[in-house]
């Protein structure tokens, strides 16, 4: 896999690794969420870190999402528009530690998924760790975020699991296969 994905990394520009993940970072990571990652997730954060391509990157979403999601727009229309891709977290702190991402995400998305990546906007991309995601990548929208507190208002019941997926989209099966759906954004 190593060699195929770096061939991939040099169409997108080439690869910027900054703060490697450690094992210690990541065995504490796994211990946190009680859930080992995916192993080719592990090799490429242990290599690359908070990495970032040299051209802008984009990708395209398996799944329908909304305008908005990838336009910025408010148009609810359905679409299959390409999204930017920003960078992967790492185990720097900040806003470039993996760690603190999950952290800051924590009861935001679905606990079987964790934020691998941003956007550059805000939305995620997201590693399934669990159940029937585990292994898959997804795109996780912020500007359609289900709020726990208002679903409990409305319904008088706590917030069933699929609702925190109103705004999750599929973006590849495998993280080998997200890597394969990055390409140079056409003003590159």
Request: proline share 6%.
């Amino acid at each position: 896999m190593k060699r195929d994905i770096e061939k991939r990394f040099a169409l997108l520009g080439g690869i910027e690794a900054h703060d490697p993940m450690t094992e210690q970072e990541l065995v504490s990571i796994e211990t946190g969420l009680g859930e080992r990652l995916p192993d080719d997730f592990r090799e490429f954060s242990q290599t690359y870190g908070s990495a970032l391509f040299g051209e802008l990157v984009e990708f395209q979403l398996m799944e329908a999402s909304p305008v908005h999601a990838v336009q910025g727009s408010l148009t609810p229309a359905p679409h299959y528009e390409k999204a930017p891709f920003s960078h992967f977290y790492g185990s720097k702190t900040g806003n470039q530690s993996l760690a603190q991402a999950i952290e800051d995400l924590k009861g935001r998305m679905p606990d079987t998924i964790i934020p691998i990546a941003d956007d550059g906007g805000g939305n995620q991309i997201c590693l399934g760790i669990k159940g029937k995601e585990r292994g898959k990548i997804f795109y996780w929208d912020h500007h359609n975020d289900p709020n726990e507190e208002e679903y409990l208002e409305d319904y008088g019941k706590p917030m069933p699991p699929e609702v925190r997926f109103q705004n999750v989209y599929l973006i590849a099966e495998s993280f080998e296969g997200f890597i394969r759906r990055l390409e140079r954004h056409k003003d590159a």
